[in-house]
């Protein structure tokens, strides 16, 4: 078990950092997106805002960077409140919007399986999810999974569903003919891009979840169409170098403190506060992998990739590590039952865009915690 002072010291280099990294996010609901994504997902109303939904609409198609930050708003929203039902039930809704009206380059970061798999983990035993959020995050994986199945770059949900299938997860029934279509057809140039907007139900569960209004016409901004062609390399400035080397060094201290407490703390004897402390920093660096990751297919400076790199394979090697203790910690039945979480990232040989990840998620992934799950078919 760590000191106290030792574990101050670990949790006082993890704050230091916290503003820090303009590169790596920072707070993401300090972007527009992420903003209105806040507001729209608010405990305080007293039902989903079908206003706010579509301006969080709006803002991803707008802007380049809207559906990353979009993606990372909605998942900051379900990890740090996975038991506060109404937020999930609203951060859902939002997100099950932004599928229906917004573009590939949303549907990317959606369907990606790292995505998909923090869906899965919401509705585990962990969490004692109510049906409704069960049948909702199923009725949604389900639907994207038939919707995109002809994607290849979308294929994350579809291995995901698959997986939940073998494992013997009961899925809502939910005739997936007659409900409302998730991909939006193509818009002609200049046109405002139409809208499927899903309501709540009115009544009823399981396929009532994906019910929807007749669509209307957005009133402002039209979606600029999804890039076709890899975006170009970006030569940094000056200042932007100075800026991203040093949140590298905040990566590489943050890599340094998960690697000194997987190095002194003791699998199943630790202090509840150090794993916690553990748990906390592990999904930080992850954050920060993914940065890194889409810094390496957008930056057109050798030796800063060949940096960006290395830093990536010592996360790699340490997420190894903590996969190690996770399972020693759960094979020794710590209290905390956190499931290890999935194989470290592998990077490809080339990176082809900005949106490559570099993750090789394992087979084994959350969905293993679901086996037992029984979700009672809903009518269609």
Same mark, same amino acid.
Request: hydrophobic share 35%; aromatic share 4%.
């Given at each position: 078990?760590?000191?106290?002072?030792?574990?101050? =010291?670990? $949790?006082r280099? !993890?704050?230091?950092?916290?503003s820090?990294?303009?590169?790596?996010?920072? @707070?993401?609901?300090?972007?527009?997106?992420?903003?209105?994504? /806040?507001?729209? +997902?608010?405990?305080?109303?007293?039902?989903?805002?079908?206003?706010l939904?579509?301006?969080v609409c709006?803002?991803? @198609?707008?802007? /380049?960077d809207?559906p990353?930050?979009?993606?990372?708003?909605? $998942?900051?929203? &379900?990890?740090?409140q996975?038991?506060?039902?109404?937020?999930?039930?609203?951060?859902?809704?939002v997100?099950?919007?932004?599928?229906?009206?917004?573009?590939? $380059?949303?549907?990317?970061?959606?369907?990606?399986?790292?995505f998909?798999?923090?869906?899965?983990?919401?509705?585990?035993?962990?969490?004692?999810?109510?049906s =409704?959020?069960q049948e909702k995050?199923?009725?949604?994986?389900?639907a994207?999974?038939?919707?995109?199945?002809?994607?290849?770059?979308?294929?994350?949900?579809s291995?995901?569903?698959?997986?939940?299938?073998?494992?013997?997860? /009961?899925?809502?029934?939910? @005739?997936?003919?007659? !409900?409302?279509?998730?991909?939006t057809?193509?818009?002609t140039?200049?046109?405002?891009e139409?809208?499927?907007?899903?309501?709540?139900?009115?009544?009823?569960?399981?396929?009532?979840?994906?019910?929807?209004?007749?669509?209307?016409q957005?009133?402002?901004?039209?979606?600029p169409p999804?890039? +076709?062609?890899?975006?170009?390399?970006?030569t940094l400035t000056?200042?932007?170098?100075?800026? &991203?080397?040093?949140? &590298?060094?905040?990566?590489?201290?943050?890599?340094?403190?998960?690697?000194? !407490?997987l190095?002194?703390?003791?699998?199943?004897?630790?202090?509840?506060?150090?794993?916690?402390?553990?748990?906390?920093?592990?999904?930080?660096?992850?954050?920060?992998?993914?940065?890194?990751?889409?810094?390496?297919?957008?930056?057109?400076?050798?030796?800063?990739t060949?940096?960006?790199?290395?830093?990536n394979?010592?996360?790699?090697?340490l997420?190894?590590?903590?996969?190690?203790?996770?399972?020693?910690?759960?094979?020794?039945?710590?209290?905390?039952? +956190?499931?290890?979480? +999935?194989q470290?990232?592998?990077?490809p040989?080339?990176?082809?865009?900005?949106?490559v =990840?570099?993750?090789?998620?394992?087979?084994?992934?959350?969905?293993?915690q679901?086996? =037992? &799950?029984?979700?009672t078919?809903?009518?269609?």
């Open positions: 078990m760590a000191s106290r002072n030792q574990l101050t =010291s670990w $949790r280099a !993890m704050t230091q950092q916290g820090k990294m303009s590169f790596f996010g920072g @707070n993401v609901f300090a972007t527009p997106v992420g903003q209105k994504i /806040e507001q729209a +997902t608010a405990e305080t109303l007293p039902s989903e805002d079908w206003g939904n579509l301006e709006d803002l991803v @198609n707008e802007s /380049e809207g990353r930050d979009a993606i990372k708003a909605i $998942r900051k929203r &379900l990890t740090t996975p038991k506060n039902y109404t937020v999930v039930m609203y951060t859902l809704t997100l099950e919007a932004c599928v229906k009206n917004c573009g590939k $380059r949303f549907h990317v970061h959606a369907c990606s399986k790292d998909v798999q923090e869906l899965v983990k919401l509705i585990g035993p962990k969490n004692e999810p109510p =409704s959020v995050v199923l009725s949604l994986i389900q994207w999974a038939d919707a995109f199945r002809h994607q290849p770059e979308l294929s994350g949900v291995q995901v569903y698959a997986e939940l299938k073998h494992k013997g997860v /009961e899925f809502p029934a939910t @005739n997936l003919d007659t !409900m409302a279509p998730i991909i057809p193509q818009r140039s200049g046109a405002p139409p809208r499927t907007i899903t309501r709540p139900p009115t009544s009823g569960t399981g396929g009532g979840m994906m019910a929807t209004s007749p669509r209307r957005a009133p402002h901004h039209p979606a999804a890039p +076709t062609s890899p975006a170009a390399p970006t000056a200042e932007q170098r100075a800026k &991203l080397h040093s949140e &590298l060094d905040v990566v590489e201290s943050n890599a340094k403190v998960l690697a000194e !407490m190095t002194e703390l003791s699998p199943g004897k630790e202090h509840q506060e150090d794993l916690q402390l553990l748990q906390e920093l592990h999904a930080t660096c992850r954050a920060m992998q993914q940065r890194v990751v889409e810094l390496v297919g957008r930056v057109s400076d050798d030796l800063l060949a940096d960006l790199l290395r830093i394979d010592n996360l790699n090697n997420f190894i590590r903590y996969d190690r203790y996770m399972s020693k910690v759960k094979s020794a039945g710590s209290p905390s039952k +956190t499931p290890p979480q +999935t470290p990232a592998v990077p040989p080339q990176q082809q865009t900005p949106e =990840s570099l993750i090789d998620l394992a087979d084994e992934a959350p969905s293993a679901l086996a =037992s &799950l029984s979700i078919p809903g009518q269609s």
